[in-house]
């Protein structure tokens, strides 16, 4: 498990680092010419075709929100662990959990790929115990996407319901995390419940070739429309707004989150891509895996800090993609480059 121990002891000492510091600094003012999203981001969302493109642009220090799309619910993927990595915290910061604190994994624990811990996990799985920090499992679930870090914490924060309570708990209505990722993972299949032995990714997909066809497609048609674990555009970065300003956590928190989101390994094409070199990124992104030429969601949402300190907010979702990642992850960092394009 040596890959895992060095990301630990990397989140590890973040957390420490982070835990140590004062205030969140107040993000400079900026402004976006929104008749100039208004005309161009169309432009984007045609290219996007047949998939949903929807995105929108908040900054946190005016209130000023411009968006695409305010209503449609758009399929998460690990979007929903920069709010669950949050009511972690805010755990931690009501003295119900501490960072320290050890979870026990056993192979009933495992969820399916991606994870690291999957991929360190040793076969056969059976018999084998982990216990982990409250701090790398976290670190895990923000930095690598880890399925089974995000699952194990959510497990011990009481499940989907009490992540989705504590956001309606802040105002946040249009977020709603309703299952583990090894339920939703299966489901979006088609494939019965997650085995331990899945967890290598080689395995996984074979027992997900193994649905038939037309029940693959019949799943993924189904999760395109189910409300559960979405979001609007609007609510996105209404917790990154609130995370921003630190109304949502400590300042310690916040800025072990915002430094664990900004370290993150996933999306190096994405957002960042089409952002200027000096500009930090804290976000997390999301992305469901493809399957019979059709991807149901890649995403990316995160605070963007400009060389000059000026702060802002983005959300890009793309739903039912059929273009190759290529095409998906530059749509994604062409929505950045017009936000750019269009602060004032």
């Known amino acids: 498990m040596d890959r895992v121990r060095r990301h630990l002891m990397f989140g590890l000492g973040v957390g420490l680092a982070a835990c140590g510091r004062g205030s969140v600094a107040p993000p400079r003012p900026v402004s976006f010419d929104t008749s100039r999203l208004d005309r161009e981001f169309p432009h984007l969302a045609e290219r996007a075709r047949p998939a949903l493109l929807n995105a929108?642009?908040?900054?946190p220090a005016s209130g000023q929100v411009w968006?695409?799309?305010?209503?449609?619910?758009?399929?998460?993927q690990s979007v929903?662990?920069?709010p669950l990595a949050a009511a972690a915290l805010a755990r931690v910061d009501a003295r119900q959990m501490m960072l320290n604190e050890r979870i026990r994994l056993t192979a009933d624990d495992l969820s399916p790929p991606h994870s690291l811990i999957d991929d360190s996990w040793p076969t056969p799985p059976a018999d084998h115990i982990l216990d982990m920090p409250v701090?790398?499992?976290?670190a895990l679930a923000v930095q690598e996407s880890d399925n089974t870090a995000a699952d194990t914490i959510m497990q011990r924060l009481g499940g989907p319901p009490a992540v989705t309570a504590w956001l309606r708990g802040h105002g946040?209505?249009?977020i709603s995390i309703d299952r583990y990722e090894r339920e939703l993972q299966q489901e979006i299949s088609g494939m019965p419940p997650f085995r331990p032995e899945w967890k290598d990714s080689g395995l996984w997909l074979a027992a997900r070739d193994a649905v038939p066809p037309a029940e693959r497609e019949a799943a993924v048609d189904a999760y395109l429309a189910d409300p559960r674990d979405t979001a609007?555009?609007?609510a996105a970065l209404e917790f990154l707004r609130q995370l921003s300003v630190g109304a949502l956590l400590s300042p310690a928190?916040?800025?072990?989150l915002l430094r664990l989101m900004t370290h993150a390994s996933t999306g190096l094409n994405r957002l960042r891509a089409g952002l200027p070199k000096d500009a930090v990124l804290a976000h997390k992104t999301g992305t469901a895996g493809t399957d019979l030429g059709l991807t149901p969601a890649v995403n990316d949402?995160?605070?963007?800090?400009?060389?000059?300190?000026?702060?802002f907010a983005v959300a890009v979702f793309l739903a039912a993609s059929t273009a190759t990642e290529a095409e998906r992850d530059r749509l994604i960092a062409d929505s950045a480059r017009l936000f750019v394009r269009a602060l004032q």
């Open 232 to 234: 609007t555009v609007p």
């Open 253 to 256: 928190s916040t800025q072990l």
């Open 135 to 138: 701090i790398d499992l976290v």
């Open 301 to 311: 949402i995160g605070l963007v800090t400009l060389k000059d300190g000026r702060r």
């Open 67 to 76: 968006c695409w799309d305010r209503t449609t619910r758009m399929p998460m």
């Open 80 to 82: 929903f662990k920069a």
């Open 172 to 174: 946040i209505d249009g």
């Open 56 to 59: 929108g642009v908040l900054a």
